[in-house]
């Protein structure tokens, strides 16, 4: 069974800098590459961040600008995502998503950029 559990969401100031984590279980983490997706109200779902099944190549939604990093660890069967200088506008549900078979999503953690 295929699990994708999101962490680390919550309230920042703009500014402010958070960092999620996605656990992965149920297959061979290391043989696929993962994504970090997200969805503010009222808007469609947007790629924010893909790495590569080894880590080493990584790819990020134009509105990211350098803020943010995405790692995997296959050790740890984990990808994390590290936001910095984080905007309001950055505020949405953000997703983990596995492409392996038909794909499989997190439920999601909140980002709330705020002041």
């Known amino acids: 069974q295929v699990q994708v559990v999101e962490s680390g969401g919550g309230l920042v100031q703009p500014g402010g800098s958070l960092r999620l984590s996605c656990a992965v279980s149920g297959y061979d983490f290391s043989s696929l590459g993962m994504s970090w997706y997200r969805q503010a109200p009222g808007k469609e779902r947007e790629l924010v961040a893909g790495?590569?099944?080894?880590?080493?190549?990584?790819m990020y939604g134009d509105f990211v600008q350098g803020r943010f990093t995405i790692s995997k660890d296959n050790a740890r069967n984990t990808v994390a995502l590290q936001m910095r200088s984080l905007k309001v506008e950055d505020t949405a549900i953000y997703y983990c998503y596995s492409p392996y078979r038909t794909g499989y999503w997190g439920q999601g953690t909140q980002v709330t950029v705020s002041s």
């Open positions: 790495i590569t099944r080894t880590g080493e190549n990584a």
